[in-house]
């Protein structure tokens, strides 16, 4: 069931034209979406989840009022260099003593549980850098062959003094450009010029043939042969982390721009803002990092969606102890008035006409269910649309709190849009308390234990009411010599 | 800790000499394994499950006698035609009307999901056929230029008649071989040549340039080159089920050998007998097709394991419900034996010297290890080792009930060993009935129901206890107006 009738009039901000601009994707329902994913050389933290949590809601909520998305998240697995101008991948595989695909296997395998434990939607396609050297080989020829890139021996650049648009998105001047540089290589026609393919050291593990001789693609080039590939020349919206802008995304602006032919290339582009633990970026040195697998033994899925989407996903947010604790308050407060809805439906058999306050209350409800589609249709403003979420639950918990019978039809109705709107932005509010599952076999001791006192006492009766509440889901109780034995039923 | 100080000598059953060999691999106490992963258009079957299982338990029983095992396990997202000559690809993709890489990303990652479920240790490395293009038509090339690969339009055939020992390793005789053919080209030099590159037609979304034009991959082509990238010209096992024995396996010896100039490419070469269901193979027309999905849903990753292994790797194995709740009941006595070695250990305070019987019986504790390990170092016998395992249950069950009293290093060996014996072939042993873990709620509503049974008796000590010993676990126990509510303490 969509989320209404008419998908609602959508704005999003576009960093390319820095304001906002009506949401009008090029096929009727249907978003291509590009989103840049990890390069699986380590663990992934807390600012990839924000990245693919924020990503994830948007998509949800689009997919919730009637869009079918079609969503590509690639994995980069060579040619990602750091400041060094080492390989990711190869520092990973110095690191480990392994194969630097041996470690691109472990570190994608993690990250794809690291996204099914936080509940993120998978991509309709996950494709890697190093299924598609064809391809770029194939992209980078044509880029030559228009005039856009050159050979320097066995590497090929990218002659942005050829593009006039060059630094578009990320609205840099020419004069600013040299500084971000960091290929030495004097032979560039022009220093802020970028790789296409690089040529390989001897023996190097991560390179293949090329017309230019054994080497490996730049980073830049995968994702706009990945993106054209799977999504064709022209996508609707391509996101990523803020850092990606420049020069990330506007050198595949530039690339893919050039191959088309000067087809605008993306027509939304959406970034995530940084996430900081106490208030500075994370760094391993710092020791500020957490992945994603520490901050799920702490807290659940759920908890820590919401404290990702307590912040709207443009702006900066910082990672503390005190804003998860709040998240998981306000989870369990959502997640209590549906508990005390539900016993309450439970109870309610007769069913009656609702009366003119109830009819008051269902009109309140209303308004914050589009109170909730109007703040996530205005560029995804969770935080708002949280507001109205709680604003929906204190008006709830008051409602009930204050009549002694309420009509199943208005119980309903709060149940159902709690679920959907906490449903639209991917909180699934199934959350257990983590340990509650694990403490089964101790809260069975416990049973047993009170059990063996009743017997003692010789209060059968209710000794016997535990036996058979027990056997009722399915746990046999047996009295042996050795003492009390509890079995599953078959 | 290994299962024995020193690797036991170990024999192996190879297709390719048809009798048992001393096992020693090309590296010490180091093996490269490579197994032929699925063609990821379609959910995984029990088939799958069975020819991984059995391999799962190979690896970890080498593990576990000190060998490193560096495993790699393919994932065919190209090129694995159908008996039409259709790519099961583009047959998953015409049926879910997806790209075809869509669907192999779905069903891969169901896959990976699968594998992990199943308690199999994931390889090293997982390749995909589509990352290896470039390195296929290397091969290709190298195939060509030494003699043995000729093209035909845009297609390329492997020449079998210049390979003398064609057949060696399925013992397949020439005659024989026109029979097996599925590719009608008649422009083939031989009939059983088979195709290293085939032309696509126009348009086709599984193509690739080649020097012979647009095309893509034959099926066994992937396995010579993934296996030699990542594992070297010569690898210690190649593994995979009995039916691809001939063709895939044999051309792959064809192929591998004639590039590398007749090194041996696999030293054993292992083969899974195949499963049936009611005595017939799996097809989804019988409608005895059982996902692995399915099959978890009822039973627990060690029961599966356990009926797997019940029959040798090599010998077919039938499935059916009996012969799981055969399964199930041997993992539940093997498990009630190690909880009440547990709770006897618990009991056990002072400790005292092992008497005469005891000392007898840790000798037969030993003897069954022992037994264990041969068993399974001849050619990785599970039934046989299995039995071992039963039979050390066996001799445990009747020991403990003849005694009245027991040493602690006598229940800590017996635990141990049982605990050894199954982990070296991949059964964990933390078994819970599946209902236990989702019934913590339910537990909880009973103990908190018999509390308030006993506040209203006024026994206010017991129902004080229940307070304390859920609060020892986290669980605080709040009586309000509206009742008795527990929450999770922070």
């Known amino acids: 069931m969509p989320l209404c009738a008419d998908p609602p009039k959508i704005t999003v901000y576009n960093t390319a034209s820095r304001g906002l601009e009506i949401f009008q994707p090029h096929e009727e329902k249907h978003v291509k979406m590009y989103v840049c994913g990890p390069t699986v050389y380590d663990s992934a933290h807390l600012g990839h989840a924000r990245t693919y949590i ?86 980078v020829q044509g880029l030559i062959s228009r005039g856009y890139a050159y050979r320097v021996d066995g590497s090929v650049y990218f ?12 609205g840099i001047r020419r004069e600013e450009l040299d500084r971000h540089r960091i290929e030495p290589d ?46 064709g020349e022209q996508i609707d919206i391509h996101g990523g982390g803020q850092e990606l802008v420049f020069p990330h995304h506007e050198n595949e602006i530039a690339q893919s721009e050039s191959f088309t032919g000067k087809k605008p290339f993306v027509k939304y582009w959406l970034h995530t803002g940084e996430l900081t633990v106490g208030g500075r970026g994370m760094h391993k040195s710092l020791g500020n990092f957490i992945t994603i697998r520490q901050a799920l033994q702490n807290y659940d899925a759920d908890t820590i969606r919401l404290f990702m989407l307590s912040s709207h996903y443009r702006s900066p947010l910082d990672y503390s102890e005190s804003s998860m604790r709040q998240a998981l308050e306000n989870i369990m407060r959502i997640r209590g008035l549906l508990d005390h809805v539900n016993s309450l439906l439970a109870e ?86 983590p340990k509650l599952a694990a403490d089964a076999e101790k809260l069975l001791d416990i049973l047993i234990e009170v059990r063996a006192e009743l017997r003692r006492r010789s209060m059968y009766d209710l000794s016997d009411t535990i036996r058979s509440r027990l056997s009722e889901i399915g746990l046999i109780v047996e009295d042996t010599r050795e003492g009390t034995r509890v079995r599953v039923a078959r």
């Open 54 to 139: 924020a990503f994830d809601a948007i998509i949800r909520f689009l997919e919730s009022v009637g869009y079918r998305v079609t969503y590509v998240r690639n994995i980069t697995d060579v040619g990602h260099l750091r400041e060094t101008g080492e390989d990711r991948m190869i520092h990973g595989a110095t690191r480990e003593r392994k194969h630097p695909m041996e470690v691109a296997d472990k570190y994608m395998m993690e990250f794809f549980k690291d996204m099914d434990m936080l509940n993120i939607r998978r991509p309709n396609i996950q494709p890697r850098a190093s299924m598609h050297i064809v391809e770029i080989i194939e992209m």
């Open 159 to 170: 002659d942005i003094m050829k593009v006039d648009d060059y630094g578009k998105l990320s």
């Open 348 to 433: 309610t058999k007769d069913d009656v006409d609702i009366d003119a306050e109830e009819r008051e209350f269902l009109s309140k409800v209303e308004a914050t269910r589009l109170g909730f589609i109007r703040a996530m249709a205005d560029d995804f403003n969770t935080p708002e649309a949280l507001s109205q979420l709680y604003e929906l639950v204190r008006h709830s918990n008051s409602f009930i709190n204050k009549r002694s019978k309420i009509s199943s039809q208005v119980l309903q109705s709060i149940s159902k849009n709690i679920l959907d709107l906490c449903n639209s932005i991917g909180l699934l509010l199934d959350y257990k308390p």
């Open 186 to 231: 004097p032979r560039k026609r022009n220093s802020a010029d970028f790789a296409l393919w690089k040529e390989a050291p001897p023996d190097y593990p991560l390179s293949w043939p090329s017309p230019w001789g054994r080497g490996f693609p730049g980073w830049h080039i995968e994702c706009s042969v990945m993106s054209m590939k799977y999504l």
